[in-house]
């Protein structure tokens, strides 16, 4: 993403949020700025209206920094949601709440300027960020908390998918060799 306007800032900390979290649009775009601090964040309101503490890494935590930053300067609020409009116009005004449709219609349109074929969609930067929690071999039981999820068996569906070379470095991790 280009630019380095408050636009750019605060895309580039909501995808990284995405990403790195795990959080769906919803829950991303309904965070108050005291919701997020230190690697934590307190959803108030998931799906199902539970409340839930996910976390997010340093990788997120610089985006999130530069964002909170320009938020600040632009004059928004705590009361005001952590992702809000920055510009003013016949249908927003600054501070107000974002769309999820702006979301659902921004991540395809970045992918297709950075060259990317593949469906790019914020759901799937939630199965990305499951997937690389697989991989680092956290637990099912802690994926699905960080997700929100109330049974493994939905976070299972997330993480089910692995590659040839994923098989044989869990097959080798056992003692057993695909010959």
Not at 113 to 133: F, M, Q
Request: aromatic share 4%.
């Amino acid at each position: 993403m280009r630019g380095a306007g408050p636009l750019a800032v605060r895309n580039r900390a909501l995808i990284a949020l995405l990403w790195r979290s795990g959080l769906r649009i919803s829950e991303a775009l309904s965070l108050r700025p005291s919701d997020v601090a230190d690697g934590r964040i307190n959803v108030r309101r998931g799906r199902g209206g539970k409340q839930r503490m996910a976390t997010y890494d340093s990788f997120a935590s610089g985006y999130l920094d530069a964002w909170v930053a320009v938020r600040q300067q632009l004059g928004a609020t705590g009361r005001q949601p952590l992702f809000c409009s920055v510009s003013s116009g016949e249908t927003r005004k600054p501070g107000a709440p974002i769309n999820p449709s702006y979301v659902r219609q921004l991540l395809p349109k970045l992918a297709r300027r950075a060259g990317i074929d593949k469906r790019v969609h914020a759901h799937g930067l939630r199965h990305t960020h499951a997937a690389e929690l697989a991989n680092e071999r956290l637990p099912l039981p802690a994926i699905s908390t960080q997700l929100g999820h109330s049974s493994t068996s939905t976070t299972a569906i997330y993480v089910q998918k692995l590659t040839a070379t994923d098989l044989q470095d869990a097959m080798a991790a056992i003692g057993r060799s695909i010959e």
